[in-house]
């Protein structure tokens, strides 16, 4: 390899042939891209040492894909809907309608579901809504049931 040292008014440069820049910019990426792999690694491993759960690639995969947190949570744990269902405390079809999207579930219905799982809250995150985005019939009819019951106890 031919090196040329020239002095110029920024400082002394190396000139070298084209194939070696661009074999040592090859080498510069990699270690660069090993260095970033490393990071991730460290960082893997510091969120497993603090209680992270681990999960197969297949399942991470499917969470990252959208599909529905706790149907693939719920199966990956070999749990049917009727086992989950009753563990935390609703019926089986209320379970198969918030998998399948029909219904939504509130953050309670979550934070016992992720209790169930033994999974952080926030991976059933993209599934939780308001109950009144759960339950709107339910909430709606409160609202007027409420106030209708404290009128009527008011005016005895």
Do not use: C, W
């Given at each position: ?6 002095t ?24 660069e ?11 893997a ?45 609703i ?66």
């Amino acid at each position: 390899m031919k090196v040329r040292f020239e002095t110029t008014p920024d400082g002394d440069v190396a000139v070298l042939p084209r194939a070696e820049y661009e074999r040592l910019v090859a080498l510069a990426a990699e270690a660069e891209e090993n260095l970033g792999t490393a990071r991730l690694v460290a960082q893997a491993r510091k969120d497993i040492a603090n209680g992270a759960p681990l999960l197969p690639l297949a399942v991470a995969d499917a969470l990252a894909n959208g599909e529905n947190p706790i149907r693939v949570l719920r199966a990956f744990r070999d749990l049917t809907q009727i086992e989950l269902a009753g563990m935390i405390g609703i019926t089986q079809g209320y379970l198969s309608d918030v998998e399948s999207g029909k219904r939504k579930g509130t953050l309670e219905l979550h934070r016992k579901t992720a209790r169930v799982l033994d999974v952080p809250l926030d991976l059933l995150a993209p599934a939780i809504v308001s109950e009144q985005e759960a339950k709107p019939p339910r909430v709606a009819r409160r609202r007027h049931v409420i106030p209708d019951m404290r009128q009527k106890r008011g005016s005895r």
